[in-house]
């Protein structure tokens, strides 16, 4: 299966609602510091609106949740591997993204045979506090000619601008989250972020 080249990020599936009819089709639901059961009904409305828009749904963290609700796909963090069952994942079918920041995550990545590989951050970002800064452009290219045919998610401080640097230096797909989700008009910049991936 060919992922979309444009990987938006959200946190509730109420953005799924906005971001599907414009013709996503490749998603990650990353909800964080809920309680199980409300968990279970975000990620479930989640899966049921991906799929009847034909989407990719990518569950964050929660594999065992995406195990019970029949999801396809996971993706998991450094520190969420170190948790996860891989086997039970592969055993239940669903494909595996991985984020990776440095040599050292990069190797451990690839050991567990993902099904994409996510660098980051390609440029710095407001999401979240990291010891990474900034990885650039070049980190891009020397990832995505270490890991070969697998895909390359380029993610952190990403705009519409940017991401034809991203796609030169070698990236398969570009994610993002503030730039779409502070954005004052979300659906206009979904749509520019539509027109420069497609």
């Not at 900034?134 to 070969?148: C, H, M, N």
């Amino acid at each position: 299966m060919t992922l979309d080249r444009f990987y938006p990020i959200f946190d509730h599936p109420d953005w799924l609602e906005r971001a599907l009819p414009l013709g996503v089709k490749l998603v990650q639901m990353r909800i964080k510091d809920r309680p199980e059961d409300e968990l279970r009904a975000l990620l479930g409305r989640s899966r049921d609106l991906c799929r009847r828009a034909g989407a990719v749904l990518v569950v964050n963290d929660h594999w065992q949740l995406a195990i019970e609700l029949g999801c396809d796909w996971v993706h998991l963090g450094q520190e969420d591997v170190d948790e996860a069952d891989l086997g039970a994942i592969r055993r239940a079918g669903l494909k595996l993204g991985l984020s990776t920041h440095d040599e050292a995550e990069l190797e451990r990545a690839l050991s567990c045979n993902p099904d994409y590989v996510a660098l980051g951050p390609v440029w710095p970002t407001i999401l979240k506090q990291m010891r990474w800064h900034r990885q650039g452009t070049e980190r891009v290219t020397d990832w995505k000619r270490r890991i070969g045919d697998l895909p390359l998610v380029a993610i952190g401080g990403l705009s519409t601008a940017r991401a034809p640097e991203a796609f030169a230096a070698g990236a398969d797909i570009v994610s993002v989250v503030t730039d779409i989700t502070r954005n004052a008009e979300p659906e206009a910049r979904i749509r520019q972020w539509l027109e420069v991936t497609r």
